[in-house]
């Protein structure tokens, strides 16, 4: 993280890629976990669920891009690098969010579909990192998210 805030200080755009890659993909392999569904009856409402999930996955994000954003309001930041870094932040959000909605879709890490799941997981890894280089395929991304949402809020909506 200490590279990547160097790296959103002089400048230097790969730098920054490749440790908002590594750190976001660490940070979202273990949150690959079981879940159970009796988790569900705390919430009160399918949309409420799905609504503090993104929440959450946006604070993890913001706390993983901490650096780089402390590191850019010290230095003068132009709009290109804040713009930059923002869709960084977005692009990682998503990916909790989308890894978040994976194991609670397939049931988690002891549900029998391992092997579909790493699968899955590896092309969320992917995308994000696709979206982090190519800031335009972040539309891409967000298509994912409102699938797996979906898909999740017709899970809570079958136990509900």
């Not at 003068?76 to 879709?105: D, I, K, N, R, T």
């Not at 699968?119 to 539309?139: D, E, G, K, R, W």
């Amino acid at each position: 993280m200490a590279a990547g805030a160097i790296g959103a200080y002089i400048g230097n755009r790969h730098l920054v890629i490749g440790v908002s890659m590594i750190a976001v993909s660490v940070f979202s392999m273990l949150m690959m976990r079981e879940w159970h569904m009796e988790y569900l009856f705390h919430y009160k409402s399918a949309a409420r669920f799905l609504r503090l999930k993104l929440l959450f996955a946006l604070r993890n994000a913001c706390i993983i891009f901490l650096p780089f954003i402390v590191c850019l309001l010290l230095v003068a930041p132009s709009w290109s690098q804040l713009l930059l870094g923002e869709s960084y932040c977005l692009g990682a959000s998503l990916l909790l969010f989308q890894v978040e909605m994976l194991c609670f879709v397939s049931g988690g890490t002891s549900s029998g579909n391992d092997l579909i799941s790493a699968l899955v997981y590896v092309a969320l890894n992917v995308i994000f990192c696709v979206s982090a280089l190519v800031p335009q395929a972040l539309v891409l991304s967000v298509i994912v998210s409102v699938i797996l949402a979906y898909h999740a809020y017709l899970v809570i909506k079958k136990y509900k």
